[in-house]
């Protein structure tokens, strides 16, 4: 029972940034390992970034390692996707979600999912 808010998409050019924010309902975010997927028109929904339940341990797809820093604030019950360096490539509908613990996560069986942000990068 877990409610999830994607914001801080929007258009972009190319070599820009962007800091997506994901809001959690209620008071147990800091139990959930978190994390960050995209799906573009005409491709699948695509695995970007997740973090542990206290931000100790972090994990990249090779499409953004470099580029994009996840973090968590879980006293303010909110993570985060730092965006830097965006391409083109890069557009896609970006969407939070939760598991209920790493290994989970690992296995990208999240219970939890967002609405989504539109991220837009023009070239």
């Known amino acids: 029972q877990v409610q999830l808010v994607e914001s801080g998409g929007g258009l972009v050019q190319a070599g820009g940034s962007l800091r997506l924010s994901c809001a959690a309902s209620?008071?147990?975010?800091?139990?959930?390992?978190m994390g960050w997927f995209r799906q573009a028109p005409g491709k699948e929904r695509e695995f970007v970034a997740a973090i542990s339940r206290n931000g100790g341990i972090t994990d990249y797809a090779d499409a953004v390692k470099g580029r994009f820093t996840i973090s968590r604030d879980n006293a303010k019950n909110t993570m985060y996707l730092q965006m830097n360096s965006l391409k083109p490539e890069d557009t896609a509908v970006y969407v939070c979600?939760?598991?209920?613990?790493?290994?989970?996560?690992?296995?990208?069986?999240?219970?939890?999912w967002g609405q989504g942000t539109q991220v837009t990068v023009s070239s």
């Open positions: 979600a939760a598991a209920r613990d790493w290994l989970l996560a690992q296995s990208h069986e999240y219970e939890y």
């Open positions: 209620g008071r147990t975010f800091s139990r959930y390992a």
